[in-house]
Nanobody, 121 residues
């Protein structure tokens, strides 16, 4: 079981910046992917940015060049630096961690509780 604790959401004006953090604890695998998804009202949850333990990244087209995902492996923490924020970035942001379970050969998904990001003047 993996626990994820998020922090860093809030209200920011268009063009501003925010940094989200997510710390993982519990039974974790060295083969994993950590990152962020978001869900706006009336919309499906979508991938924002993820970073694998091998260093590979994947970003949504809408955030490329504005958001940066990074991690501190020693702290089992993933960050999302969000710059040049737009009103359409308003959503609940969820931390996700995907651990590879070698004994059963499957991936185990864990989710944080979500943190609200509101971009508005």
């Amino acid at each position: 079981q993996v626990q994820l604790v998020e922090s860093g959401g809030g209200l920011v004006q268009p063009g501003g910046s925010l940094r989200l953090s997510c710390a993982a604890s519990g039974s974790i695998s060295s083969s994993n992917v950590m990152g962020w998804y978001r869900q706006a009202p009336g919309k499906q949850r979508e991938l924002v940015a993820v970073l694998g333990s091998n260093g590979g990244t994947n970003y949504a087209d809408s955030v490329k060049g504005r958001f940066t995902v990074s991690r501190d492996s020693a702290k089992n923490t993933v960050y999302l630096q969000m710059n040049s924020l737009k009103p359409e970035d308003t959503a609940v942001y969820y931390c996700n961690r995907r651990d590879y379970i070698a004994t059963t050969r499957h991936w185990l998904d864990s989710w944080g509780q979500g943190t609200q990001v509101t971009v508005s003047s």
